[in-house]
């Protein structure tokens, strides 16, 4: 006799065309990109137009690197350091506030947490010509500090690695640390980043994604000598003509990242799961 529980989780054929059909969904932009990458200007107004991938693609992105005005490598490198360095900043903090939140006591924390939450439901752009003035009096203007700096700390990774630290880490297991002689920094560094590591790799991998793919405030404090990856695609369009081969060329490469961020960050976050369940 099979139980309501086992029905549940039994899969179906149908359950199989689906998830196909949704996979095939996600993946036909990137592939249609590579093929739009891969032709020439003049295939790509072909009508059917182009399917399979061609053989254009070393063309196209050398017509990217030879584009003065994009200045694609300094984009990639530039949008290479802010990212990378804003994701080891965000996990970091987010995870010392939300273990201090979640497990330490102390007056006004209650209060401090619900003025995190507050400036969560402030629109970003609303701070955008503060913050642009703000850069200039600080002399940051065209630097990578006006694009790293005000986004070393989140409201959101506060808040999510102080809900995940809640019920994730118990208190006998902190208590247990004291008594061995550990500091409360000691505490963080073996006991609780440890146990963070799934919802830290979440963190990580969302924080990445959205520096990485950040446009509106990089386009406004940045020259275009010195743009991010975002500023960089943009100027490979121009007002009445854009050559689609060289964009989508552009486009296929400043997606590496993200993927190799994917896979790297996908496995902590399996590996942490794993690792708790065998625990539990």
Same mark, same amino acid.
Request: proline share 5%; aromatic share 12%.
């Given at each position: 006799?099979?139980?309501?529980?086992?029905?549940?989780?039994?899969?179906?054929?149908?359950?199989?065309?689906?998830?196909?059909?949704?996979?095939?969904?996600?993946?036909?932009?990137?592939?249609?990109?590579?093929?739009?990458?891969?032709?020439?200007?003049?295939?790509?107004?072909?009508?059917?137009?182009?399917?399979?991938?061609?053989?254009?693609?070393?063309?196209?992105?050398?017509?990217?690197?030879?584009?003065?005005?994009?200045?694609?490598?300094?984009?990639?490198?530039?949008?290479?350091?802010?990212?990378?360095?804003?994701?080891?900043?965000?996990?970091?903090?987010?995870?010392?506030?939300?273990?201090?939140?979640?497990?330490?006591?102390?007056?006004?924390?209650?209060?401090?947490?619900?003025?995190?939450?507050?400036?969560?439901?402030?629109? /970003?752009?609303? #701070?955008? =010509? *503060? &913050?642009?003035?703000?850069?200039?009096?600080? $002399?940051?203007?065209?630097?990578?500090?006006?694009?790293?700096?005000?986004?070393?700390?989140?409201?959101?990774?506060?808040?999510?690695?102080?809900?995940?630290?809640?019920?994730?880490?118990?208190?006998?297991?902190?208590?247990?640390?004291?008594?061995?002689?550990?500091?409360?920094?000691?505490?963080?560094?073996?006991?609780?980043?440890?146990?963070?590591?799934?919802?830290?790799?979440?963190?990580?991998?969302?924080?990445?994604?959205?520096?990485?793919?950040?446009?509106?405030?990089?386009?406004?404090?940045?020259?275009?000598?010195?743009?991010?990856?975002?500023?960089?695609?943009?100027?490979?369009?121009?007002?009445?003509?854009?050559?689609?081969?060289?964009?989508?060329?552009? /486009?296929?490469? #400043?997606? =590496? *990242? &993200?993927?190799?961020?994917?896979?790297?960050? $996908?496995?902590?976050?399996?590996?942490?799961?794993?690792?708790?369940?065998?625990?539990?």
């Amino acid at each position: 006799m099979i139980s309501a529980s086992q029905r549940l989780w039994r899969t179906s054929p149908l359950t199989y065309l689906a998830l196909l059909l949704a996979a095939l969904l996600s993946i036909y932009p990137f592939y249609y990109m590579l093929v739009i990458g891969t032709r020439s200007l003049d295939n790509i107004n072909d009508v059917p137009p182009p399917l399979t991938p061609g053989g254009a693609f070393g063309d196209n992105f050398g017509r990217v690197l030879d584009n003065d005005a994009a200045n694609f490598l300094t984009g990639m490198m530039n949008s290479i350091i802010v990212s990378s360095v804003v994701t080891v900043s965000v996990v970091l903090t987010g995870s010392l506030a939300g273990f201090a939140f979640a497990k330490l006591k102390f007056r006004g924390s209650n209060a401090l947490l619900l003025a995190i939450i507050v400036t969560m439901m402030i629109p /970003t752009q609303m #701070g955008l =010509i *503060p &913050l642009w003035g703000m850069m200039q009096d600080l $002399g940051w203007y065209d630097t990578l500090y006006a694009v790293t700096v005000p986004f070393l700390v989140t409201a959101f990774g506060v808040f999510m690695m102080r809900q995940y630290a809640s019920q994730a880490i118990s208190d006998e297991l902190i208590e247990a640390g004291r008594v061995d002689g550990a500091s409360t920094f000691r505490i963080y560094w073996s006991i609780v980043l440890p146990a963070l590591r799934p919802a830290a790799g979440v963190l990580g991998l969302l924080t990445f994604m959205e520096t990485w793919n950040s446009f509106l405030w990089p386009y406004a404090i940045l020259t275009p000598e010195n743009p991010t990856l975002q500023v960089s695609l943009s100027f490979l369009s121009y007002a009445y003509y854009t050559d689609y081969s060289q964009v989508f060329a552009a /486009t296929a490469i #400043g997606t =590496i *990242p &993200l993927v190799i961020v994917f896979l790297v960050f $996908g496995r902590q976050i399996i590996g942490g799961i794993m690792e708790g369940a065998v625990k539990s």
